[in-house]
Structures are given as structure tokens and as C-alpha cells.
């Protein structure tokens, strides 16, 4: 944690311990990596029919954030994309659909999410949202449901609607 904190260390790497000793040192108050921003998640994928990698956030952490936390793991993974070397990364804010309804919280954040950028609040990327996963990720998808944008089909960073975790399984 003192390497990285120091700047002598460009990334932290999980090894042969467990998590929670890991995000123990990561959340120490006093010397792990704490900002002003929530902490959040970011899967990066290669997937062999996409033409670059994929950042997907934040499937691991936030379980359910609220719009504020959202911006700040839209921004974390932007920062991220940065210091990865992509100028300006493109953010499909998913949902269900592609168009906004006012009973599906994830429309509306997306919605919102985008206005914040436009605003200033949300920076270095571009964003559009609400978008379904089939339409972020295709451009012949976005285009035959008649969606202009410059981020449908072309997404470097996708952010997952919320998601919650079963209460229950169901036994067999």
C-alpha cells in the first residue's frame, strides 16, 4: 500500500491472500487508498468479436447505488481508461431498454448520469444511456431501433444497471 501511495508502484495486485485482507489495507482511514470517491469495480474483458477491451462497472461492489455513487463509479472507471491511455472513452450506461421510463430507475439514472456529463459533473468521457445491452454493444442493433449515437456499438466502458443479489435459492 506504502508503494503505491509513494507513487513507486503504478497498481496494486491481489496474490495468494484473501480478499478482505486486501480491502482491509485498501480502506485503511490512515494509509490505504481512500479518495472522496466511493470505491467501485471494474471487470476488463477481450472478448475475440470485440475490437477492443471492454471495462464493465461495477458488477462486484456496489450491490445497489444510489445516482451519486453511480457517478462516481461512471468517473472511476473513466479515470481508469485514462490512465490506460484512452483519451476519451465512451460509456453505455445499460439498462433494460433504450428508452427512458419513469417506473425503471436504471432509465432514469441513465438519463441523469448523461445530463451530469453534459454538465460538467461527469468528465472526460462520452456518455449515452439508457441503452440495452444489445444496442451498446452493436452498432446494427442500435441502428435498426433507429438509435443515433456516438457511443452505441462503439462502448469502451460499460455500466451495469443495479443488481441485486438473491435472498433466497430455491432447493431442489
Known amino acids: 500500500m506504502a508503494l503505491v501511495r509513494e507513487g513507486r508502484a503504478a497498481m496494486l495486485m491481489k496474490g495468494s491472500l ?12 490512515r494509509c490505504g487508498l481512500r479518495t472522496e470517491r466511493r470505491l467501485s469495480h471494474v471487470f476488463i474483458m477481450k472478448v475475440d468479436s470485440y475490437p477492443r477491451h471492454l471495462y464493465i462497472t461495477d ?3 456496489n450491490i445497489e447505488p444510489d445516482l451519486s455513487a453511480k457517478a462516481d463509479i461512471c468517473q472511476n472507471a473513466i479515470d481508469l481508461c485514462h490512465a490506460l491511455g484512452i483519451a476519451v472513452p465512451k460509456v453505455a450506461i445499460l439498462a433494460a431498454v433504450e428508452t427512458i421510463n419513469p417506473h425503471m430507475r436504471s432509465t432514469l439514472d441513465a438519463a441523469a ?16 444511456g439508457p441503452l440495452a445491452f444489445d444496442n451498446a454493444i452493436s452498432r446494427v442493433a442500435a441502428e ?11 462502448p469502451d466502458i460499460l455500466l451495469v444497471p443495479v443488481w441485486k443479489r438473491a435472498t433466497c435459492w430455491p432447493s431442489n
Open 144 to 154: 435498426s431501433k433507429g438509435i443515433v449515437s456516438a457511443v452505441a456499438g462503439d
Open 113 to 128: 448520469l448523461c445530463k451530469m456529463a453534459d454538465r460538467g459533473q461527469i468528465r472526460g468521457a462520452i456518455l449515452d
Open 18 to 29: 484473501h480478499t478482505d485482507e486486501l480491502m482491509s489495507a485498501v480502506l485503511d482511514r
Open 59 to 61: 458488477a462486484a461492489i
